[in-house]
């Protein structure tokens, strides 16, 4: 069945550490997207990628990194300047503007 | 630039009783809508769209919205709430014909059921 699949389900990072958060999808959709989702904040969007080796940044990019070297595949990596890191992170893929999305289940991200 | 507002983050119902879910956009131009709904540590699952055509749209799960241009609304609603329906749920806008615009979100609307 095709569908998007995250990696790990729970995460936790040391302070100072880079993580890197894997996100695949099978859907053949050419655009991809990371959110980040805090309790009553919703989902805010940290980078999206249209198109293979293009990516832009989100509302809330500053200390996130991305890559999109192959059309199934959008790693998203926490780097050590992200100061608040604790967080669900979702991965999308689309046939945007009128597919909508279809969602990975998500990592839980904890800085311990 | 676009926006969205859910109104009420968070909503408590009777089994039995009728949902409703406000949500109202800001767009320049025609919008696409979209409703998801979030259970506990999962992704989002489309409920349903708006893109063209009829506003009345009916999506899954019994629940359905309508879109109204002269009050920029896209309410969701549903006439009898089961124990199921728990769960959050968001009201999302993308544009056409705005290259490499991705959806954006409200906050969200916390939906209770009691029994």
């Known amino acids: 069945d095709g569908g998007i699949t995250q990696s790990p389900k729970y995460l936790f990072r040391k302070e100072g550490q880079n993580v890197t958060l894997s996100c695949e999808q099978n859907l053949n959709h050419d655009a991809m997207y990371w959110y980040r989702q805090d309790p009553g904040q919703g989902l805010r969007l940290i980078y999206y990628s249209q198109i293979v080796n293009d990516f832009q940044k989100g509302d809330i990019a500053e200390g996130y990194s991305v890559s999109r070297e192959k059309k199934e595949s959008f790693p998203l990596t926490v780097t050590s300047a992200q100061k608040n890191p604790t967080a669900f992170y979702l991965c999308?893929?689309?046939?945007?503007?009128?597919?909508?999305?279809?969602f990975g289940s998500g990592t839980r991200l904890t800085v311990v | 630039a676009q926006s969205v507002t859910q109104l009420g983050s968070h909503v408590s119902v009777s089994e039995g009783a009728l949902v409703l879910l406000r949500c109202n956009y800001s767009?320049?131009?025609?919008?696409?809508l979209f409703w998801y709904v979030q259970y506990p540590n999962q992704g989002l699952q489309l409920l349903l769209k708006?893109?063209?055509?009829?506003?009345l749209v009916k999506g899954i799960n019994g629940f359905e919205a309508e879109f109204k241009k002269s009050e920029t609304s896209f309410h969701l609603t549903k006439p009898s709430a089961h124990m199921s329906d728990a769960a959050e749920y968001f009201c999302a806008v993308s544009v056409l014909n705005q290259a490499g615009t991705a959806l954006i979100f409200g906050k969200g609307t916390t939906l209770s059921v009691s029994s």
């Open positions: 767009s320049s131009v025609p919008p696409y």
């Open positions: 708006y893109t063209t055509g009829a506003t």
């Open positions: 999308a893929s689309s046939t945007l503007p009128e597919g909508g999305y279809t």
